[in-house]
């Protein structure tokens, strides 16, 4: 794998996120959705007295016209061919892309010896997650990239002020790490996690990891799912007073670390060779002490391989990958075990 061979892929995966939004921006204009028999295309707008044609969405229902307040007819009709064909068009386009996607992230030993054994990661959002999170360019520190990515919960002292973001804080003074969470090195009081304020972050990327990339891993219903659950769980237990979705959130949060942390140590492991214990106390960094004796903690790179196998191809090249590793499986299984992914 080389430079070029990296930025091709930026730019594969810039053209197709391109093209989804031309197609989904025609697709809203002449009705086109997925059918059980292929694609069907209905357009439907309104259409009141003043001549105020406006869309209408799948299901949607309109009685007013929602520039005059007029009463509107509801019109359907079929797009003209010419549209037809040119959405059918941009559909061959991210195909053919995504063929190309597929082939070159092959190139990319992130995707070969770990994210192509995930559910819910396939080459698209794998090619995603290399571009936008690429190890070497964070110099392997997860938190760096978490930063970046405004993953990272900013702790602060209620009494003084003083904060902790990232591995960085107010002072240059680390937090004092405890049984009870984080302890502000100027007084001792416990800090409390908050949203990060006042700092700079990519939101295109934060959107992709706690939305697109999560939602895929939900509806794979693979191991991350079910991490997913188990932290959610987990969560809800210790802060019975927090609404659902800060729950939830916290919890997606949580299992996209995890998947990022694990990813940076793979990644560190075959591009520099770096043992793959030693390679977290580098992607971890400062926290590396206090995160490694945490119960949530485990060197083994997390696949489906463990619960459930894509194919026989797919679980003799794991296995070896994991010998290589020095993982040992049962180890694994028990930590599932203790997280109630598996009985």
């Given at each position: 794998?080389s430079?070029?061979d990296?930025?091709?892929?930026?730019?594969?995966?810039?053209?197709?996120?391109?093209l989804?939004?031309?197609r989904?921006?025609l697709?809203?204009?002449?009705?086109a959705?997925?059918?059980?028999?292929?694609?069907?295309?209905?357009?439907?707008?309104?259409?009141?007295?003043?001549?105020?044609?406006?869309?209408?969405?799948?299901?949607?229902?309109?009685?007013?016209?929602?520039?005059?307040?007029?009463?509107?007819?509801?019109?359907?009709e079929?797009?003209?061919?010419?549209?037809?064909?040119?959405?059918?068009?941009?559909?061959?386009?991210?195909?053919?892309?995504?063929?190309?996607?597929?082939?070159?992230?092959?190139k990319?030993?992130?995707?070969?010896?770990?994210l192509?054994?995930?559910?819910g990661i396939?080459?698209?959002?794998?090619?995603?997650?290399?571009?936008?999170?690429f190890?070497?360019?964070?110099?392997?520190?997860?938190?760096?990239?978490?930063?970046?990515?405004?993953?990272?919960?900013?702790?602060?002292?209620?009494?003084?002020?003083?904060?902790?973001?990232?591995?960085?804080?107010?002072?240059?003074?680390?937090a004092?790490?405890?049984?009870?969470?984080?302890?502000?090195?100027?007084?001792?009081?416990?800090?409390?996690?908050t949203?990060?304020?006042?700092?700079?972050?990519n939101?295109?990327?934060?959107?992709?990891?706690?939305?697109?990339?999560a939602?895929n891993?939900?509806?794979?219903?693979?191991?991350y799912?079910?991490?997913?659950?188990?932290?959610?769980?987990?969560?809800?237990?210790?802060?019975?007073?927090?609404?659902k979705?800060?729950?939830?959130?916290t919890?997606i949060?949580?299992?996209?670390?995890?998947?990022?942390?694990?990813?940076?140590?793979?990644?560190?492991?075959?591009?520099e060779?770096?043992?793959?214990?030693?390679?977290?106390?580098?992607?971890?960094?400062?926290?590396?002490?206090?995160l490694?004796?945490?119960?949530?903690?485990i060197?083994?790179?997390?696949?489906?391989?463990?619960t459930?196998?894509?194919?026989?191809?797919?679980?003799?090249?794991f296995?070896?990958i994991?010998?290589?590793?020095?993982?040992?499986?049962?180890?694994?299984?028990?930590?599932?075990?203790?997280?109630?992914?598996?009985?």
């Amino acid at each position: 794998m080389s430079e070029r061979d990296l930025m091709n892929l930026k730019d594969l995966v810039a053209l197709r996120e391109d093209l989804i939004k031309l197609r989904i921006a025609l697709g809203n204009r002449i009705g086109a959705r997925r059918g059980e028999n292929g694609w069907v295309f209905i357009k439907r707008y309104s259409v009141c007295k003043n001549n105020h044609m406006i869309l209408l969405k799948e299901d949607e229902k309109r009685e007013k016209c929602p520039i005059c307040g007029e009463p509107v007819k509801i019109i359907e009709e079929t797009p003209s061919e010419e549209l037809i064909q040119r959405y059918m068009d941009l559909v061959k386009q991210q195909e053919m892309v995504e063929d190309l996607i597929a082939n070159e992230v092959t190139k990319f030993p992130e995707f070969t010896n770990f994210l192509a054994f995930i559910k819910g990661i396939g080459p698209a959002n794998a090619a995603r997650l290399i571009v936008y999170a690429f190890p070497p360019k964070f110099q392997y520190n997860v938190n760096k990239f978490r930063k970046y990515a405004g993953l990272a919960v900013m702790f602060t002292c209620p009494k003084c002020g003083y904060y902790w973001y990232a591995g960085e804080s107010s002072n240059g003074k680390p937090a004092v790490p405890s049984k009870e969470g984080w302890l502000c090195p100027n007084d001792g009081t416990k800090l409390i996690g908050t949203a990060a304020r006042n700092v700079k972050f990519n939101r295109t990327v934060k959107t992709f990891l706690l939305g697109i990339l999560a939602n895929n891993l939900i509806l794979a219903g693979g191991v991350y799912a079910k991490i997913m659950k188990s932290f959610e769980e987990d969560v809800a237990t210790k802060h019975p007073d927090w609404p659902k979705l800060r729950i939830r959130r916290t919890a997606i949060r949580k299992a996209i670390s995890l998947l990022l942390s694990q990813y940076f140590a793979m990644s560190l492991h075959y591009r520099e060779g770096v043992p793959l214990p030693e390679a977290y106390k580098i992607v971890l960094g400062k926290e590396y002490e206090v995160l490694s004796k945490h119960e949530d903690f485990i060197i083994a790179p997390i696949t489906d391989y463990y619960t459930d196998t894509k194919s026989v191809k797919y679980k003799s090249k794991f296995e070896k990958i994991i010998n290589e590793l020095g993982i040992n499986r049962d180890e694994v299984i028990e930590w599932f075990k203790k997280k109630k992914i598996v009985k």
